[in-house]
């Protein structure tokens, strides 16, 4: 623990030294070997600051949307847009304004990375809790109310335990879809100029550029290392550890176990730590936090009105404003922008829509085809859990933009070969938010439930009818919410390829998206880009939103 304590410190103090250097263009990364481990360790740097972002702002977010039916009304729709917006969209402007925000620093640099990889890993994680917050059994939310816990102590005791299955299983699928966004995330095309940061996304990218299959096969080796040590010393033990939190009334299947979460319980080191450090800042958070839980029978206090501040009222009213002017302006200068295209771009943006949504739809079918049953098997069986879920775990995370170029060379040759290798590329990048969703909504059947199946022989298609489809379907939705954006985000990625200093593009929405991007037409990359927002929102409002009201108003284990 020690060692890696140490490791983790020199790896931030030894990025940090080159964060105040100047911005250069078209730096040169190099291919040797011996660059992989340390651009393995600032790859794994940025993917987990981002990750503890993405953490904090899901629970935040999803904890005010589902406790307020007001700022749910707001907050789940622009999580829709949010989304939808693909990222390579708004990379210009983010590397752009943070590099001047640092004075042409390498940490503006840094820091529009972090926030790229975070639009990878956020929204499922977002989504995810949301679900699981709205899924607690209406007699816990009673009991809470009952005991009166506070809001702090509600979110401690039954909250935030309610959502960690969940929260596990999209944090193994914010990795993955981090991990299939980081060559994207490393490596910055404006026009003519490209900003690399050292990392294995841009060591990938500077592979597959110069056709350096030896070099290209390397980097997948030291990144599927890098996941197999992920799996073993964080996923693992905390499937294991989320065991605790399923709901049962009965005596549940036999628990995921892992050795290394059973040696940090037997640390005398872990131990002190959870002694003298944890447990005491616990108790005094609650303490500071929330009031203790009154007794049963004793009398209530009403709480005193609170006194609003002038000054915050100000402060409040004053920067209401001010966003409001910053949107007011962005709408003034889109709208001016997207005048200047004529009939024919838009024609032609148009057209691209359409293939991109067939693409995308076909993805999705194949994808939720073989992921529900592989889902609900591995979910159900704890034999099935335990040799294939770290498979599927190392699997999904191994970017499949990496595996695109020799996936690429191999289907170029079949007739319309760029066009399924887009399909190839857009399943292997979104099949698993559903997979993954469904294996947590099939781990949190309650056994008593799955009894009951086993007592009245309900096997075969009456099993999946009365107990499985209604137990996951929360679960499928939300996984294909964030599989439909993801399909589209990856699209960009998919029409538009360079290997071996040869570019290659058919017609999508994407391939619009990527080419405009790289030679800064900013005018169609705002439009196509305004264009993928707008369908994938009114495809989430009219299809999966309302699914979603009809799994939390019929399909809920409360």
Request: proline residues 5%.
């Given at each position: 623990?020690?060692?890696?304590?140490?490791?983790?410190?020199?790896?931030?103090?030894?990025?940090?030294?080159?964060?105040?250097?100047?911005?250069?263009?078209?730096?040169?990364?190099?291919?040797?070997?011996?660059?992989?481990?340390?651009?393995?360790?600032?790859?794994?740097?940025?993917?987990?600051?981002?990750?503890?972002?993405s953490l904090a702002f899901s629970?935040?977010?999803?904890?005010?949307?589902?406790?307020?039916?007001?700022?749910?009304?707001?907050?789940?729709?622009?999580?829709?847009?949010?989304?939808?917006?693909?990222?390579?969209?708004?990379?210009?402007?983010?590397?752009?304004?943070?590099?001047?925000?640092?004075?042409?620093?390498?940490?503006?640099?840094?820091?529009?990375?972090?926030?790229?990889?975070?639009?990878?890993?956020?929204?499922?994680?977002?989504?995810?809790f949301h679900q699981a917050l709205?899924?607690?059994?209406?007699?816990?939310?009673?009991?809470?109310?009952?005991?009166?816990?506070?809001?702090?102590?509600?979110?401690?005791?039954?909250?935030?335990?309610?959502?960690?299955?969940?929260?596990?299983?999209?944090?193994?699928?914010?990795?993955?879809?981090?991990?299939?966004?980081?060559?994207?995330?490393?490596?910055?095309?404006?026009?003519?100029?490209?900003?690399?940061?050292?990392?294995?996304?841009?060591?990938?990218?500077?592979?597959?550029?110069?056709?350096?299959?030896?070099?290209?096969?390397?980097?997948?080796?030291?990144?599927?290392?890098?996941?197999?040590?992920?799996?073993?010393?964080?996923?693992?033990?905390?499937?294991?550890?989320?065991?605790?939190?399923?709901?049962?009334?009965?005596?549940?299947?036999?628990?995921?176990?892992?050795?290394?979460?059973?040696?940090?319980?037997?640390?005398?080191?872990?131990?002190?730590?959870?002694?003298?450090?944890?447990?005491?800042?616990?108790?005094?958070?609650?303490?500071?936090?929330?009031?203790?839980?009154?007794?049963?029978?004793?009398?209530?206090?009403?709480?005193?009105?609170?006194?609003?501040?002038?000054?915050?009222?100000?402060?409040?009213?004053?920067?209401?404003?001010?966003?409001?002017?910053?949107?007011?302006?962005?709408?003034?200068?889109?709208?001016?922008?997207?005048?200047?295209?004529?009939?024919?771009?838009?024609?032609?943006?148009?057209?691209?829509?359409?293939?991109?949504?067939?693409?995308?739809?076909?993805?999705?079918?194949?994808?939720?085809?073989?992921?529900?049953?592989?889902?609900?098997?591995?979910?159900?069986?704890?034999?099935?859990?335990?040799?294939?879920?770290?498979?599927?775990?190392?699997?999904?995370?191994?970017?499949?933009?990496?595996?695109?170029?020799?996936?690429?060379?191999?289907?170029?040759?079949?007739?319309?070969?760029?066009?399924?290798?887009?399909?190839?590329?857009?399943?292997?990048?979104?099949?698993?938010?559903?997979?993954?969703?469904?294996?947590?909504?099939?781990?949190?059947?309650?056994?008593?439930?799955?009894?009951?199946?086993?007592?009245?022989?309900?096997?075969?298609?009456?099993?999946?009818?009365?107990?499985?489809?209604?137990?996951?379907?929360?679960?499928?939705?939300?996984?294909?919410?964030?599989?439909?954006?993801?399909?589209?985000?990856?699209?960009?990625?998919?029409?538009?390829?360079?290997?071996?200093?040869?570019?290659?593009?058919?017609?999508?929405?994407?391939?619009?998206?990527?080419?405009?991007?790289?030679?800064?037409?900013?005018?169609?990359?705002?439009?196509?880009?305004?264009?993928?927002?707008?369908?994938?929102?009114?495809?989430?409002?009219?299809?999966?939103?309302?699914?979603?009201?009809?799994?939390?108003?019929?399909?809920?284990?409360?």
């Amino acid at each position: 623990m020690l060692c890696l304590l140490v490791a983790i410190g020199y790896v931030v103090m030894h990025a940090g030294v080159g964060w105040g250097t100047p911005i250069a263009s078209n730096v040169h990364v190099g291919t040797s070997p011996w660059n992989l481990p340390w651009y393995a360790a600032l790859s794994t740097m940025r993917m987990a600051v981002a990750y503890v972002l993405s953490l904090a702002f899901s629970v935040a977010y999803a904890r005010a949307a589902a406790n307020s039916r007001v700022a749910e009304r707001f907050l789940i729709p622009l999580l829709d847009i949010l989304q939808s917006v693909p990222i390579l969209s708004f990379m210009p402007g983010v590397v752009l304004g943070l590099a001047a925000l640092f004075r042409g620093r390498v940490i503006g640099l840094e820091l529009a990375a972090v926030l790229l990889i975070f639009t990878s890993q956020a929204w499922n994680l977002a989504f995810g809790f949301h679900q699981a917050l709205h899924s607690i059994p209406t007699e816990l939310s009673e009991a809470s109310t009952v005991y009166r816990l506070g809001r702090w102590r509600r979110f401690t005791r039954l909250e935030l335990p309610s959502g960690v299955i969940s929260l596990v299983a999209n944090s193994m699928m914010s990795w993955a879809g981090g991990w299939f966004f980081l060559m994207a995330s490393e490596q910055f095309t404006l026009g003519k100029d490209s900003y690399r940061l050292p990392g294995l996304g841009s060591y990938l990218a500077a592979a597959a550029e110069r056709g350096d299959v030896l070099a290209l096969c390397l980097g997948l080796l030291m990144l599927v290392f890098v996941i197999v040590l992920l799996d073993q010393l964080l996923w693992r033990p905390l499937v294991a550890w989320s065991d605790r939190f399923k709901l049962e009334q009965a005596g549940g299947q036999a628990a995921s176990s892992s050795r290394v979460l059973d040696a940090l319980r037997d640390s005398e080191l872990m131990a002190w730590i959870g002694d003298r450090v944890l447990r005491p800042m616990t108790r005094r958070l609650d303490r500071r936090l929330s009031p203790p839980p009154t007794p049963l029978g004793a009398p209530v206090v009403p709480e005193a009105p609170r006194r609003r501040s002038p000054l915050g009222a100000a402060i409040r009213t004053g920067a209401a404003l001010v966003l409001l002017g910053v949107v007011a302006w962005g709408a003034l200068a889109s709208a001016r922008a997207l005048a200047t295209l004529d009939a024919a771009t838009w024609g032609r943006i148009l057209l691209a829509s359409a293939a991109t949504l067939a693409r995308t739809t076909v993805a999705l079918l194949i994808g939720a085809a073989w992921t529900i049953p592989l889902g609900v098997r591995i979910g159900l069986d704890p034999v099935w859990s335990r040799r294939l879920q770290p498979v599927v775990q190392i699997v999904a995370s191994i970017p499949a933009t990496a595996l695109f170029p020799a996936l690429l060379l191999a289907l170029l040759a079949l007739p319309g070969g760029l066009n399924i290798a887009a399909v190839a590329l857009m399943l292997l990048g979104t099949q698993w938010y559903v997979l993954f969703n469904v294996i947590a909504g099939a781990m949190s059947i309650p056994s008593d439930l799955k009894e009951v199946a086993v007592t009245y022989r309900i096997t075969g298609w009456r099993r999946w009818k009365t107990l499985i489809l209604p137990a996951i379907f929360p679960y499928v939705v939300t996984g294909m919410i964030t599989a439909t954006g993801g399909a589209w985000n990856a699209s960009i990625v998919a029409e538009y390829v360079t290997f071996g200093g040869t570019t290659r593009m058919t017609t999508g929405l994407g391939a619009v998206i990527a080419s405009a991007a790289n030679h800064g037409q900013f005018p169609i990359l705002l439009a196509a880009t305004f264009v993928m927002s707008a369908i994938v929102i009114t495809i989430n409002r009219l299809v999966w939103r309302r699914l979603y009201g009809l799994a939390e108003s019929r399909y809920q284990l409360a």
